[in-house]
């Protein structure tokens, strides 16, 4: 096989090198029923089996308590930007701290009322609020939303916002990489293809209660109510079953590593080692503050944008990939997801460090 690149893209992104090579190995002949998991009917008990197993290892990831439960959707993360003011109903209250933040706030207003009641788009999305910082969400908000980790701008929140309405939350961009208190919240959506497997899932964690009942327009198509793909345990319709398939082992991988504690810890190095050269190099400035900054997407810029052009080509020369920053942020970024190997980080490390301009 040709060496593998140093894959530092936002997403899709890097999966785990043994799970690229499990899949292989039982592409073909999936563990001895004579056929691919893509090849299998949903209506199966041996697809069941690995849907449930998939559900199960992300539930027990996250100590789930019994009163939420975990679904697989389709439609992207951008599709829960509509879900959540379909189900939860309009009144949403949101944290804006860029593109993705704002597109779930704009799709929400499609569908009624919803309060932008925290921006940083003054200062450039630079900063998500702090520990400290009191939200005002009014009583009368339906739930409050934000987003964990802003990918583009390489800002995550280091808490859990306390607020005193319904908390939900677009994880797309750090799902599975640290530990979160699941059950503290009414919903938790993440797109599968940063840190959880390929794209086309979307993971939905919810509380039971809110999953279930359905207590909003009449007009809400079928597919776009959580119910029913919670009373059909995920398979109303027919699911991304191989991408479901990739998400369980990438689940089982996490498990196998030590789980959400153990995977924070290792990401926590990898960012501590790129930051630490960053802050020292003289020609760099990161895009986020430095209390917002984030453990999967490390933003920063260069003096000149042919500084930047030159190590752009010295990265892709060493074989590293994925390291140009969003268009609307430019820069460079490098997302250093689950999945992206500590060696990876060194090499990205050794470059910074040898680069004088
Ligand atoms: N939210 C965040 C934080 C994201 O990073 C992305 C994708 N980059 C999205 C939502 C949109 O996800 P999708 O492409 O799965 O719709």
């Not at 090849?39 to 008990?45: A, D, F, V």
């Not at 010295?314 to 060696?343: D, F, T």
Request: aromatic content about 8%; overall charge negative; charged content about 20%.
């Amino acid at each position: 096989m040709a060496e593998r690149k140093h894959n530092f893209n936002a997403g899709p992104g890097a999966l785990p090198r043994s799970v690229l090579e499990e899949v292989q190995q039982d592409l073909v002949d999936w563990k001895g029923t004579g056929m691919s998991v893509m090849e299998m009917s949903h209506r199966t008990p041996v697809y069941e089996g690995i849907l449930f197993e998939a559900r199960d290892v992300i539930a027990s990831l996250y100590d789930l308590p019994d009163t939420h439960e975990v679904l697989f959707l389709q439609g992207g993360a951008s599709l829960q930007f509509a879900m959540v003011p379909l189900n939860l109903g309009a009144g949403g209250a949101y944290a804006n701290t860029g593109t993705w933040a704002t597109k779930a706030l704009e799709e929400a207003r499609r569908v009624g009322f919803a309060d932008e009641v925290w921006s940083s788009e003054k200062s450039g999305f630079k900063s998500v609020p702090g520990v400290h910082e009191v939200l005002e969400v009014p009583e009368s908000a339906t739930y409050f939303h934000y987003t964990s980790n802003n990918t583009i701008y390489g800002t995550q929140y280091q808490h859990r916002p306390r607020v005193g309405v319904p908390l939900v939350c677009d994880m797309s961009s750090d799902f599975l990489s640290r530990p979160v208190d699941v059950g503290a919240y009414d919903l938790i959506y993440a797109g599968a293809q940063k840190n959880a497997g390929p794209s086309g899932v979307t993971v939905v964690i919810g509380k039971k209660d809110l999953l279930r009942s359905f207590t909003g327009e009449a007009t809400v198509p079928t597919m776009l109510r959580y119910a029913t793909h919670a009373k059909n345990d995920s398979m109303y319709n027919t699911p991304n079953t191989f991408g479901i398939y990739v998400v369980g082992l990438v689940a089982k991988w996490v498990r196998d590593i030590g789980g959400l504690a153990a995977m924070h810890i290792v990401n926590q190095s990898k960012a501590q080692a790129l930051y630490e050269a960053l802050d020292a190099h003289p020609l760099v400035t990161g895009h986020a503050e430095l209390a917002s900054r984030s453990l999967m997407n490390v933003t920063f810029r260069l003096e000149t944008p042919e500084q930047e052009k030159r190590l752009l080509a010295r990265a892709e020369s060493a074989g590293m990939e994925g390291l140009k920053g969003h268009r609307s942020v430019g820069g460079l970024r490098a997302s250093i997801y689950n999945a992206v190997p500590e060696a990876s980080v060194a090499a990205l490390v050794d470059l910074i460090r040898g680069f004088a301009g």
